[in-house]
């Protein structure tokens, strides 16, 4: 699968990174990006943040420049009892207070539970297609772990 014009960046966060520190590692595509993923260390990363206790997990970003839209896979847990979190984050429009005023538009954070690795890939799969409905129909049929604005 390939773009036409590679619109999609991703970055890293590793266990313990500080919520606004990430590695910026430029342009991707969907093939390298699992190739990424596969090869991430996340059980070290789980170890590594059960040491340090505060910070973010590991995370693995995706944004798609053209849309301000992003999708991100975490992982919580123990090295023998994990799950992948899966973040997407889209622009929504927010009704002034108490439903008058100006609506404004922000960025939504909503986040999954991810039942395995395939899932995972399944959504960014969606997510580089550009395929919304169909990333959109997945995640909500996903556990939702919770949902919030998102931090710029």
């Known amino acids: 699968m390939t773009n036409e014009k590679n ?11 500080d919520f606004e520190k990430y590695d910026e590692k430029g342009t ?4 390298d990006f699992i190739s990424e993923f596969d090869k991430f260390p996340w ?3 789980i170890e590594s943040y059960q040491k340090i206790k ?23 847990g123990d090295k023998t009892d994990n799950t992948f979190l899966v973040g997407y984050v889209y622009p929504k ?3 002034g207070l108490f439903g008058i005023g100006k609506e404004k538009q922000i960025k939504w954070l909503e986040i999954f539970v991810a039942e395995n690795p395939q899932k995972v890939k399944k959504c960014f799969e969606f997510f580089f297609l550009r395929d919304y409905e ?3 129909r997945t995640i909500k049929g996903m ?6 604005e998102a931090q710029n």
Do not use: H, P
Request: glycine fraction near 6%; proline fraction near 0%; aromatic fraction near 12%.
């Open 54 to 76: 505060q910070g973010c997990s590991a995370t693995l970003s995706v944004q798609d420049e053209r849309n301000q839209k992003s999708l991100w896979v975490s992982i919580m």
């Open 93 to 95: 429009t927010k009704k």
């Open 43 to 45: 059980i070290e990363q």
């Open 7 to 17: 619109d999609f960046t991703w970055n890293v966060q590793l266990a313990g990174y």
């Open 143 to 148: 556990e939702k772990y919770g949902e919030m």
């Open 28 to 31: 991707i595509n969907y093939k």
């Open 134 to 136: 169909n990333l959109e």
